[in-house]
């Protein structure tokens, strides 16, 4: 099924292909603008950092807080906004961390009311990145980066994800004074089109002949949030079960579920690749089927992988991030369709959570 004739999942197909050309977009408007370095002015000196969000934006903030660490220096954490709202007692805010709120919408209920219970109740000020203008996350929060050009009019976030995930880590390399990684981040696109390219026929043609009960995703360190937002994408758009894992902890316990029926998919790094290749040998030996996303593979990871993406990237690790999710968002969108369902409009779900009296 071709979403470009069938019209299901139109608006998420096409928003997936758009990526490389929106991320190009939001570096030249966020290098225009000038908005990283008023919003910085604006706020006050911090060496905690702390990244929250809901959702998908949620998993954007545990990425973007990996990425501080080892950019910046400073320490940093993600936290669902729920948490911050039911139990801001465990979090810590003495001394006060810098918040960045994380909204494609900017109406999120739940952010916008950390928002305030951040500005109002704990005189924090706060920093805000949202894909609109005007909304009510910006008018609650000090500073405010936009990113227009990645709004979606789909329901599941896909080009919003990476293209956020893109600007947090210019701001990281800006506090950080990385210079070089800037110019890393401003290679990817090209690059990145260069795999979808390669990859989009080869998912439809694995999932086309597949047919899975399960769909596990298995990472570590920077990456375990974008194979938490991958297991979300396949949730959202087949309504498939889809769990997540670090991948050296499957051993213990996880891995009584692998079987041909199961999809393992390792999002592979290059720091931790000899430990997590081997847990890909061992799952493989065991009868799982195994997809693997990875910069570069050895023979062992070939033969060990039922399906293999090589990357390819001449950039440093962090900033290949955005690239590892497009296979799987292809997987959830194909995945759908084969179940004769419509990505765009996912059963139960809305577009914004706007709660009673959010906002």
């Keep these: 099924m071709r979403p470009e004739t069938q019209n299901l999942g139109a608006h998420t197909f096409s ?142 976030m896909t080009r919003s994800f990476t293209s956020m995930l893109l600007s947090l880590q210019v701001l990281a390399a800006t506090v950080g004074k990385q210079v070089e990684f800037v110019k890393s981040l401003e290679r990817i696109p090209s690059s990145a089109q260069r795999v979808l390219d390669s990859v989009v026929e080869r998912i439809r043609g694995f999932v086309e002949v597949s047919n899975f009960s399960d769909y596990v995703f298995l990472a570590q360190g920077p990456l375990f949030g974008a194979a938490s937002e991958a297991t979300l994408k396949v949730n959202e758009m087949s309504c498939s079960y889809s769990q997540c894992f670090h991948t050296l902890e499957f051993r213990h316990g996880p891995k009584s579920i692998v079987g041909p029926e199961v999809l ?61 999710l497009l296979t799987f968002q292809l997987l959830g969108l194909f995945t759908g369709l084969k179940k004769g369902l419509d990505p765009d409009q996912p059963r139960n779900l809305s577009r914004v959570v706007v709660l009673d009296g959010g906002n």
């Design 15 to 156: 928003e997936i292909l758009s990526q490389p050309r929106c991320w190009a977009r939001s570096l030249d408007t966020l290098r225009e603008s000038g908005e990283i370095d008023a919003a910085l002015e604006r706020l006050p000196a911090r060496c905690d950092w702390l990244f929250i969000g809901c959702g998908s934006s949620f998993y954007v903030a545990q990425v973007a807080a990996a990425t501080w660490i080892e950019l910046t220096g400073q320490r940093a954490r993600a936290i669902p906004a729920s948490e911050l709202l039911l139990f801001p007692e465990l979090i810590g805010l003495n001394p006060p961390p810098q918040p960045v709120l994380i909204s494609r919408s900017g109406r999120t209920s739940e952010v916008f009311k950390a928002a305030q219970f951040l500005e109002k109740t704990c005189d924090i000020r706060t920093l805000a990145i949202t894909c609109v203008n005007g909304g009510a996350l910006e008018k609650a929060s000090t500073a405010t980066i936009h990113l227009a050009a990645a709004d979606e009019r789909s329901m599941v």
């Design 264 to 324: 393992l998919s390792f999002l592979l790094s290059e720091k931790g690749f000899a430990a997590e290749r081997e847990v890909l040998e061992e799952m493989k030996a065991l009868g799982g089927t195994t997809l693997a996303v990875t910069n570069q593979a050895d023979a062992s990871a070939r033969r060990a992988a039922d399906f293999l993406v090589q990357l390819d990237l001449d950039v440093p690790e962090l900033a290949r991030l955005t690239t590892y």
